[in-house]
């Protein structure tokens, strides 16, 4: 699992995203907390195009006032994934609320590019948070096979753990040769933070009330998306939810002591049905963190008063 950092320390996070709502509301939280920097921001299609998911990092880092360099990367996944419907965040991946989006930035330097370069230049700096699936990752590992172990930790808001509820876990299901790839590479410290967890830290409509009272750009925008997610969510599964996905993958990468329960093992990608799990699983392959249980109550409150705090600098 992530190390916690020395007091005062600040943990720098190159983020992997698809940026549908929880990926932008889980940079915000990096955004607010002092404790972290975002060093760079990678889009990877997943929630919505990779083009969608680009323009939507953009408008978040606008609000949030970062100025983190970004790359685009992978509009497709590896060949022989599954089609997956993008449906679960809106058609642009921010509810479809008629935001005003910048044009995608122009990069020069690949999403893997990036992930490659930074990890050589900055060995044992950096963490590398990623919220989408893992096509940009699996990349990076085609052109250096040990860049996993370069980063201070590794943290992956997929898979689904052990037993319980078997639930849709989007970010494997949409490219697992990709995730296939990432869990069985040479890496240093990697987390797991599965949907088994993370669809279980729900935020209460209360929460919504805080975000509007706040009053800044962040907060009502972060409002505003996790009150449509909440209606998707109704529409979809008939039961008004606010998952808080990749927030609590964030939340763990910067407060390893929010888990409560964990197994260490290797990680197998496996079938199940017509879509695809990660889960720990004995066999060849590096051990990972699997995250089975967290203290939510109080990742929830964190995440509200950070949100609450988040303007343009």
Known sequence: ?????????????????????DDACALLYLAGRPDAE???VTSVAGNCPEEQAARNIAHVAGLAGLEAPVARGAA????????VPRDSHGADGLGDLGLD?????ATDETAAALLVRLARERPGELDLLALGPLTNLALALRADPAVFT????????????????????????????????????????????GV??????????TALDVL?????????FAAAVLAAYRDIK?????????????????????????????????????????????????GPGPDARVVTAVDAARFVARFTATLARTSAR
């Open 234 to 282: 109704r529409r979809r599964l008939g039961r008004p939810v606010i998952p808080l996905h990749d927030p609590l993958a964030a939340g763990v990468l910067l407060d390893p002591g929010l888990v409560t329960e964990a197994v260490t093992g290797p990680v197998a990608v496996v079938r199940d049905g017509t879509s695809w799990r990660a889960r720990p699983d004995a």
């Open 150 to 193: 370069k980063y201070r930790s590794v943290v992956v808001m997929g898979g689904s753990g052990p037993g319980g509820e078997r639930l849709s876990d989007t970010n494997v299901t949409c490219d697992p040769e990709a995730a296939r790839a990432v869990l069985s590479a040479p890496h240093g410290e990697l987390t797991m933070v």
């Open 38 to 40: 975002v060093a760079a």
């Open 101 to 105: 989006r910048p044009s995608p930035p």
């Open 1 to 21: 699992m992530s190390t916690p950092a020395p007091a005062g320390a600040v943990r720098r996070v190159v983020v992997d995203t698809d940026m549908g709502i």
């Open 212 to 220: 509007r009272a706040a009053g800044t750009p962040g907060a009502r």
């Open 76 to 83: 497709e996944p590896l060949p022989g994934a599954p089609p």
């Open 196 to 205: 088994n967890v993370t669809a279980t830290t729900l935020l209460p409509d």
